[in-house]
């Protein structure tokens, strides 16, 4: 039998993302050839803030191009202490998911075994949510200026765009995801209380997707009380749709609840498959631990687990995940992250060896 051969581009970036991209590959090559059935042909990156750094871009000008070669991306991260935030975001991660066209970016969030949650105090520490961010437009849309620098009249403005065509097929993905889930729950939030035209037209278009789906049960939450339920009331959750920003910063809260950043995945789709998707640990760089050999690559490899579902593999994701809980259930393979003493080399090659049966 030929095996399947995917084109897999990994672009490990800046700091930790570059450990945790070479364990991730490592990890995938055991996988594949433990499977028998595919196989993957990877082509590395350099594009990162040191590229950046040393000739002015952080990727060439047809990089988003170049990248729709391939059948999936493994991103790290991308970032440097000393270069601002905004550039590293634009110059790379949304460069590539703009003209890809990955619009919904999907962020799971479980307590994986042997993982305390800090709302064990609550529920028991009891999570199962999928977080999904609108990813191309909303208040990353780009639109807005300076201008009179320097003046008293200096103004700055950051305008949110929201279209219909945008909010009808995220609205469509979440429905559709949460349907596909066994609590059918959806959980669409806003802020359209204070912001009048795009939350409210969002609230509005919610409302008509929902017709779709007569079997699934969905409401509606301002973001802020929402921080509130997720840490209130967790077990009320099920899928959740918010706006970029929105889900940016929910998410970062849902991951610090299911333990650590350093756990937490996410893939920017195009669900339709046009072009490649894109899967990447929520984390940044953590330059604080860079080069220390301790970074968390539970997050990478989950991401690598939803890489797999995306692309079809479906049984070799969920050995992969079965490998990967196996691991979090033993506490002496904990990052520090996870309060443990346990190093990325530690963790890699304890998920390697339950990928071939070991343990
Ligand atoms: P960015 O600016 O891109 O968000 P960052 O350097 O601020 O990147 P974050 O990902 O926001 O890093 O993480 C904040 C802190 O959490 C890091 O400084 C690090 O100490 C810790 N951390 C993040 N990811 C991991 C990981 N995979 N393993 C262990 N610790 C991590
Ligand atoms: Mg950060």
């Known amino acids: 039998m030929t095996r399947k051969e995917y084109k897999l581009a990994a672009i490990g970036g800046d700091g930790i993302g570059v450990e945790v991209v070479d364990a991730c590959l490592e990890v995938l090559t055991t996988l594949a050839d433990r499977d028998g059935s595919f196989t993957f042909g990877v082509t590395k990156f350099d594009w990162s803030t040191d590229r950046y750094k040393r000739t002015g871009a952080f990727m060439p000008a047809d990089g988003a191009d170049q990248l729709r070669a391939f059948d999936a991306i493994l991103f790290g991260a991308v970032g440097a202490p000393d270069v601002p935030d905004h550039l590293t975001l634009w110059g790379l991660r949304l460069a590539i998911c703009q003209p890809l066209d990955q619009y919904a970016n999907v962020r799971p969030t479980r307590v994986l075994p042997g993982i305390q949650s800090p709302l064990r105090h609550v529920n028991g520490g009891e999570i199962d949510w999928v977080i999904v961010r609108e990813n191309s437009e909303g208040e990353y849309a780009g639109q807005g200026g300076r201008s009179h620098p320097g003046l008293p009249l200096e103004v700055a403005t950051d305008v949110s765009i929201f279209t219909r065509a945008g909010i009808e097929r995220i609205m469509r993905f979440a429905f559709n995801l949460a349907q596909s889930r066994p609590r059918k729950l959806l959980t669409v939030v806003t802020k359209s209380n204070a912001q009048r035209h795009g939350m409210v037209l969002w609230d ?20 802020d009380a929402m921080t509130v339920r997720m840490t209130m009331r967790p077990d009320s959750l099920d899928t ?16 610090a609840l299911s333990g ?25 760089s953590a330059f604080d631990i860079t080069g220390k050999g301790v970074a968390n690559p539970v997050a990478t490899f989950w991401t690598a687990a939803m890489m797999l579902d995306h692309l079809g593999e479906r049984p070799a994701a969920d050995r992969l995940m079965r490998a990967v809980e196996s691991v979090t259930s033993n506490p002496d393979l904990h990052t520090p992250d996870l309060g443990g003493n346990a190093t990325t080399r530690m963790v890699t090659d304890a998920v390697i060896e339950a990928l071939r049966g070991r343990n």
């Open 204 to 223: 509005q278009i919610a409302a008509e997707v929902a017709r779709e789906f007569p079997d699934v049960t969905w409401d509606k939450m301002l973001v």
């Open 260 to 284: 650590s950043i350093g756990v937490a995945p996410t893939a920017n789709l195009n669900p339709e498959r046009d072009t490649p998707s894109m899967f990447e640990p929520i984390h940044g």
């Open 240 to 255: 959740i749709v918010a706006t970029n920003l929105h889900a940016d910063i929910l998410s970062d809260l849902a991951a």
